[in-house]
């Protein structure tokens, strides 16, 4: 008896605590987060591995992933789906915040069908995220040797134009700091021009009013995301007025969407280092 008691006083301390302190909130969330998606992987893996480095792995995890939404108290509205929805081969171009984009992929993969993201090395080696992600076709590349991370990208054309399979690109490389774009790596415009593939730009709204992790703020809060007609490519433009064009279009995009996003070069953006 006295145990259960003692479980029901720190149940209840945790429900003020969690209530009055938005702190207890943020961390609340997070590992809430962690350990959902972690467990969604480590259940889906034997299934996984039965047919490995399949696309079609990441429909099942990350519809069920998305399930912790709601929870979270995060929502989405999808603005332009018939962009992203053709069954043809791309490169999906999307800017980076936070952690949270992963929820925004999650609910946009059904509507893309064949998907596959590309992400930084070290995520293969996070257990049991790196492992689905491989099962699943994700393309994995070492920043740190820029030269070695084109050419994977690059051996990965004739499997993307021959399966119809969107290639998403995070083309900042790193997480923007206030939620303005930063400058974008070329490496999948190069991709997108070699390959003569249509590029297509997905914009999700800032997180700054609902997320901070510098605060630990994680409140509810909804995400516009915003997928642009398609840019087709003959091969023949050049990369770096083609890389700027696009930016320009997501940034004016961004802006659009994010009513309360910071002017560019401000300090009074969020910090997103989860």
Known sequence: MSVLLFICYVLGLWVVLFVANRRVRYVTKFVIYIVYVSSIATILLPFSALRPCNVRNANVSTWMVY???????????????????????????????????????????????????????????????????????????????????????????????????????????????????????????????RGKLPIIPVVMSWYGPFFDSREMRLEPGKVTIKILPAVIVDGTEDVTKLTEKVRADMQATLESISPDLPPIGSKNGFHASK
């Open 67 to 193: 399930w912790i939404a709601p929870l979270l108290g995060i929502s989405h509205e999808v603005i332009g789906a018939e962009h992203l929805a053709e069954d043809r081969a791309a490169v999906v171009i999307c800017n980076h915040q936070s952690l949270l984009d992963f929820l925004g992929m999650c609910k946009l993969w059904p509507i893309a069908g064949k998907l596959a993201a590309v992400a930084k090395r070290e995520i293969l080696f996070i257990w049991p995220f790196g492992l689905i992600a491989w099962l699943s076709g994700t393309v994995f590349i070492d920043r740190r040797h820029a030269a070695e991370s084109r050419d994977v990208v690059n051996s990965t054309e004739r499997l993307i134009k021959e399966k119809g399979i969107k290639l998403w690109v995070f083309a900042e490389g790193t997480r923007s700091s206030d939620g303005n774009l930063l400058p974008f790596k070329k490496g999948g415009f190069h991709l997108a021009l």
